[in-house]
């Protein structure tokens, strides 16, 4: 009998389940991904991979951001190309899968 915690042992749903999850990852792969920051930031891209530790490569990404103006208390969104970027998964806080409608 082992002790509650040992990781040794896993129940019979954890491999169906670890499979699920990794189906449902590789249907998003190629897909456009909208990934919030810890910052602030946004970053919207094409979903290339993942690891263990859940940092997510973009590419053709895009990030955005919220600038308070100077002289007032509006915000301006400002965005910029950068391309391939590896978004920490530490840093993570939501992550979005952007669908289209496709027309008819």
Excluded: W
């Amino acid at each position: 009998m082992s002790e509650m915690g040992d990781s040794s042992e896993q129940s019979p749903t954890a491999v169906p389940d670890n499979q699920k999850s990794v189906t449902y990852l590789e249907s998003l792969l190629g897909q456009q991904l909208r990934i919030h920051i810890s910052d602030g930031r946004i970053f919207v891209g094409q979903f290339k991979c993942t690891d263990k530790e859940a940092n997510v490569i973009l590419s053709n990404a895009m990030e955005f951001r919220s600038v308070k103006q100077k002289d007032s208390d509006n915000e301006e969104i400002r965005s910029r190309l950068v391309g391939l970027i590896v978004v920490p998964g530490s840093h993570i806080r939501k992550v979005e899968h952007e669908q289209f409608k496709k027309k008819k």
